[in-house]
């Protein structure tokens, strides 16, 4: 089963982790100096404080703030994220176009699956078409 990228439900998403890894309840205690009832809520949580988040993050050996990356990179428009405008900031600049092979995948899936035509795909990402047929071409097995 596919994560969701679109509608990100944090709590449930660790869940599937621990239960993945098959770490104990007790160590997960131990390590977020909380009780079982409050690590049992936090799955129920659809967001959680970002302190949180690196705890989990750390403990599970797994990125989870890169899901939210992707959705950025996915569901927000290119001006969003164009650095080429002169801003005055201190915080790191990101380019919007560096797709991971993940969110790269992830495209070819909802092709592949027919979830998506090409064009739905290259309309609702705002890919360009050429990116699209690259990556097709480039990654043709997966498809």
């Not at 205690?29 to 705890?55: D, V």
């Not at 990402?125 to 990556?135: A, D, E, G, Q, V």
Request: hydrophobic share 35%.
């Amino acid at each position: 089963m596919k994560t969701d990228l679109k509608d990100i439900h944090i709590g449930e998403i660790i869940y599937k982790r621990v239960n993945e890894i098959g770490i104990d309840l007790d160590r997960i205690c131990s390590n977020m100096n909380l009780q079982k009832a409050e690590i049992e809520n936090m799955y129920k949580q659809e967001t959680l404080e970002t302190k949180a988040l690196l705890k989990w993050c750390k403990l599970l050996e797994y990125d989870f703030f890169r899901l939210f990356s992707q959705h950025l990179i996915l569901y927000t428009s290119p001006k969003g994220f164009d650095t080429q405008q002169k801003v005055n900031t201190e915080l790191p600049l990101f380019r919007k176009n560096l797709y991971t092979k993940d969110v790269i995948f992830y495209i070819l899936d909802v092709i592949e699956n027919k979830e998506k035509t090409r064009i739905q795909v290259i309309e609702d990402y705002k890919i360009p078409k050429s990116t699209l047929n690259r990556w097709i071409n480039k990654y043709k097995n997966r498809i």
